[in-house]
């Protein structure tokens, strides 16, 4: 069996399929856990958003943001994070969320199959934003593990954590929409860009590799990502307070979530746009005092908003925004965009899919959406865990890499200035101007592959143990062999300093120094994924330390 989890920061879902079971969608549920004062769990999901607020409880929501770059990289609190319970971190959060799932989904999944689910045995697919790096999906790999989400099968079974995959979650909605009839018409090396429209929206490019019949995807470029959803949401909030300022009753936060809810309810994907201009809509008032002021929408215990105010005032600004994004990425990617294929929450909007062929329908050949858009992720990375469907397994490298590196003098060097070239105290001739190219804009590179380069550090004595790395970054596509040649088309990545001295063959020269010094060999490596890059010190194939040297997103 292959169980999928898309936690996400406003609701999350479980689905699960197998060769055997027919599958299934456990409904979604909402990202919100129930605390005491003593920092135990009294509630998770719909009971504890809906939850009436007490003394001695907090109720926390939106703790997924925890993991977000700019509070793990950056330390930037996220206004709309909670606050924390007593005794607790916040990955706890995420692990008592977890575990709560967790055991929901086992007690669902069994009744749909009518039999006892061997959840023990599964593969489970977590998905995470693809604008997580690495830092945020190890901690959430922890936390999954420690929620028991997998487990050994058998007293023999040592390789459990293994069934625990981590994924983007534009990768599980491009997995997934790879089934649409429309998707079928791309061919080898055309290019798609997933639009997924939720609380965030999220936008990732694709290109399609090898034979249609045998086809794999390759990320092509970094993920985008904007709030553009959530913003809807505060776009509609701003327009109640500013329409009942005079009515304070109708602005209590109890209220104010319930006008909220029943936007998300109806309004958001009901509005049809410029069609709705003369209609009016309604939103019934939580509190039933002061039921009535024309002036403001209060008719009889509603509140009544016409379709044009919604539509200036709340739909526009976003929509604009996320048909920017979309334009944004499409020149970024510098590439034809074959396919726009939508998914997400927001997806179902109407009026957001028409904007969407409006403005790009001239330009990109397919603009779809699966008719399960809204649980695309959760449906396509369930699918992963079984044969036959394509998975992202390369990256289409965005720039050049390279290091700059000292070398022996090689013929081709003594054509070039004697500057280039000095004599280190051995007496051998360097050149210290030279590049050593990693990887090339455009290269293909496998999902976890490693672009190595060979090193060696001259130290004359014990204590010259430190090795300085320059890498650069180019977006031109020469190849060039000196640091010069490249001047203005090249910028600083990082300077890395490697201390050597817990290097092996560092340590038995440095135990048994040599009279004019001596040589440290070791390896470079180059690592590369949807948000980073990073470089690895290697010996013998061991890592000896590592470095984030560019941030994708």
């Known amino acids: ?50 939850a009436i607020p007490m003394p001695a409880t907090v109720i926390c929501e939106r703790f997924k943001l925890f993991l977000e770059p700019s509070a793990l990289r950056d330390d930037i609190v996220d206004p709309r994070l909670p606050k924390l319970p007593s005794g607790k971190k916040a990955v706890d959060l995420i ?33 995470v934003p693809a604008t997580w790096d690495t830092k945020g999906c190890r901690t959430m790999r922890d936390a999954a593990i420690q929620a028991g989400l997998v487990g050994a099968a058998s007293a023999d079974d040592r390789d459990w954590r293994d069934r625990l995959h981590i994924i983007t979650e534009s990768e599980a909605a491009a997995v997934h929409c790879t089934r649409l009839t429309n998707f079928r018409q791309l061919r080898s090396s055309q290019n798609f860009m997933i639009c997924d429209a939720g609380d ?31 913003l809807l ?19 209590e936060p109890d209220s104010l979530e319930y006008f909220t809810y029943a936007f998300n309810e109806t309004g958001k994907l009901e509005y049809l746009g410029e069609s709705n201009d003369g209609d009016m809509f309604y939103f019934t008032c939580f509190n039933v005092e002061d039921p009535d002021d024309p002036s403001v929408g209060l008719v009889n215990g509603d509140l009544a908003l016409p379709g044009n105010l ?17 334009e944004s990425q499409t020149r970024r990617v510098d590439q034809r965009i074959d396919a726009l294929l939508l998914v997400g929450g927001f997806s179902g909007s109407e009026y957001l899919f028409r904007r969407m062929n ?33 998975l992202v397994s390369s990256i289409i ?5 390279i290091m700059g590196v000292s070398l022996p003098v090689e013929p081709e060097d003594w054509q070039r200035p004697q500057a280039y070239i000095t004599e280190n105290d051995a007496g051998d001739h360097i050149c210290e101007n030279r590049l050593q190219y990693f ?44 640091t010069d040649e490249l001047a203005g088309e090249m910028y600083t990545l990082a300077r890395w300093t490697v201390d050597l001295t817990n290097l092996p063959n560092f340590q038995q020269h440095a135990n048994n120094p040599q009279p004019g010094g001596f040589y440290t060999d070791f390896e470079i490596g180059l690592e590369l994924d949807s948000a980073e890059i990073r470089g690895v010190i290697l010996y013998h194939g061991y890592d000896y330390g590592q470095v984030t040297l560019d941030l994708l997103v």
């Open 397 to 401: 490298v965005p720039r050049s890499y």
């Open 310 to 326: 919604l539509r200036r005032e709340v739909f526009d600004p976003v929509i604009e925004q996320v048909l920017n994004l979309i």
């Open 1 to 50: 069996m292959s169980v999928s989890i898309d936690f996400g920061t406003a609701f999350s879902r479980v689905a699960y399929c197998s060769s055997h079971v027919a599958g299934g969608i456990v409904e979604q549920i909402p990202t919100c856990l129930l605390y005491d004062d003593a920092g135990r769990v009294l509630a998770r999901g719909l009971e504890a958003k809906h």
């Open 200 to 230: 965030t929206v999220d936008l990732t490019v694709y290109k399609i590799i090898g034979s249609l019949q045998n086809f794999e995807i390759a990320e092509m470029c970094a993920c985008s990502r904007s709030n553009c959803g959530s």
């Open 439 to 482: 990887v090339s804009k455009g290269a293909i590179l496998r999902r976890g592959q490693r672009v190595r380069a060979k090193c060696r550090k001259f130290s004359s004595t014990p204590r010259d143990f430190l090795f300085v790395a320059m890498f650069y970054a180019t977006d031109s596509d020469k190849i060039m062999r000196y």
């Open 95 to 127: 692990i008592d969320f977890l575990t709560c799932l967790w055991d929901y989904a086992r007690e669902r999944i069994t009744q749909e199959i009518d039999v006892v689910a061997d959840l023990n045995s599964a593969d489970v697919w977590l998905t």
């Open 358 to 390: 409006e403005t790009f329908g001239s330009r990109i050949k397919v603009i779809a959406r699966p008719s399960d858009a809204d649980t695309a992720t959760c449906r396509g990375a369930a699918q992963l865990g079984l044969p036959g469907h394509p």
């Open 233 to 251: 949401d505060l776009k509609f909030k701003e327009l109640v307070r500013t329409l009942l300022a005079d009515h304070p009753v109708h602005l």
